[in-house]
């Protein structure tokens, strides 16, 4: 057609969030953390609504502060989404060897968990006594409220409870509320019979540069793993964990 002009309409773009994804893209530039002058000054916003923005990304777990440091580090939640994009394969290769140890001295099943979004999908498994069971549950996903593995990630990482308040408005109650405060607290979550009869666990949290990025769980018969020798298992999971990561560091 002759003297027709096409124009194809630019979309609106919303301010507020076009600020939020350039500041994230400059702390990730500065190798994941800055301070609010060079974050200001990069963006060209201003410091007080930087301010306000980080404040708002810290409140939802994308951006968070570290004790004795003035630089905004990313949070859990947006290394969450860089782990969706390919990062499961590494963290399942060096944790293996720590699921195995974990499995050996407990008798009982390992299981390695990551949060993907608002639920917890499992990225290994070691089962000692059933080895060819355990590849059944890899890959498998699971609602956070109701299972240990899900209530570290709740207790440990920010913003994670206002997602699942988001797309499930009743899920976290008070009790549910309770166990997570007791889980900061201990450092552990344990599951009796919640998420299957019969069956108790143990779960801890896997830190990395201080960002919880999966869960280390124990699964066991509940008559083999009553409550009291669940929180010794627990502590047998920290030591491990730790030489882990002293290993890592190496």
């Given at each position: 057609?002759?003297?027709?002009?096409?124009?194809?309409?630019?979309?609106?773009?919303?301010?507020?969030?076009?600020?939020?994804?350039?500041?994230?893209?400059?702390?990730?530039?500065?190798?994941?953390?800055?301070r609010l002058q060079r974050i200001a000054s990069v963006s060209g916003i201003g410091k007080t609504t930087a301010h306000n923005i980080l404040?708002?990304?810290?409140?939802?777990?994308?951006?968070?502060?570290?004790?004795?440091?003035?630089?905004?580090?990313?949070?859990?939640?947006?290394?969450?989404?860089?782990?969706?994009?390919?990062?499961?394969?590494?963290?399942?290769?060096?944790?293996?060897?720590?699921?195995?140890?974990?499995?050996?001295?407990?008798?009982?099943?390992?299981?390695?968990?990551?949060?993907?979004?608002?639920?917890?999908?499992?990225?290994?498994?070691?089962?000692?006594?059933?080895?060819?069971?355990?590849?059944?549950?890899?890959?498998?996903?699971?609602?956070?409220?109701?299972?240990?593995?899900?209530?570290?990630?709740?207790?440990?990482?920010?913003?994670?409870?206002?997602?699942?308040?988001?797309?499930?408005?009743?899920?976290?109650?008070?009790?549910?509320?309770?166990?997570?405060?007791?889980?900061?607290?201990?450092?552990?979550?344990?599951?009796?019979?919640?998420?299957?009869?019969?069956?108790?666990?143990?779960?801890?949290?896997?830190?990395?540069?201080?960002?919880?990025?999966?869960?280390?769980?124990?699964?066991?018969?509940?008559?083999?793993?009553?409550?009291?020798?669940?929180?010794?298992?627990?502590?047998?999971?920290?030591?491990?964990?730790?030489?882990?990561?002293?290993?890592?560091?190496?």
């Amino acid at each position: 057609m002759t003297g027709t002009c096409i124009v194809e309409n630019t979309p609106k773009l919303i301010q507020s969030i076009e600020r939020s994804a350039a500041i994230l893209e400059i702390i990730a530039q500065e190798g994941g953390a800055a301070r609010l002058q060079r974050i200001a000054s990069v963006s060209g916003i201003g410091k007080t609504t930087a301010h306000n923005i980080l404040q708002t990304l810290g409140q939802l777990g994308y951006v968070q502060r570290r004790p004795g440091d003035m630089r905004y580090h990313l949070g859990g939640r947006i290394l969450n989404l860089a782990r969706i994009a390919g990062d499961d394969t590494r963290l399942r290769t060096h944790l293996r060897p720590m699921l195995e140890a974990i499995a050996r001295e407990s008798g009982a099943t390992a299981w390695l968990a990551v949060p993907s979004g608002d639920e917890a999908t499992y990225l290994d498994i070691v089962d000692i006594a059933n080895p060819a069971m355990a590849t059944s549950g890899i890959g498998r996903r699971e609602r956070l409220e109701g299972s240990a593995v899900g209530l570290v990630f709740l207790a440990f990482v920010p913003g994670l409870g206002k997602r699942v308040l988001a797309t499930r408005a009743n899920a976290l109650g008070q009790d549910i509320r309770t166990q997570i405060e007791a889980v900061r607290i201990s450092g552990y979550a344990l599951d009796l019979q919640a998420y299957q009869a019969g069956l108790h666990g143990v779960a801890i949290p896997w830190r990395e540069n201080g960002e919880v990025r999966a869960s280390i769980c124990l699964t066991g018969s509940a008559a083999q793993f009553p409550r009291h020798r669940l929180a010794r298992m627990a502590w047998m999971m920290m030591r491990h964990a730790g030489c882990a990561r002293f290993n890592n560091a190496e």
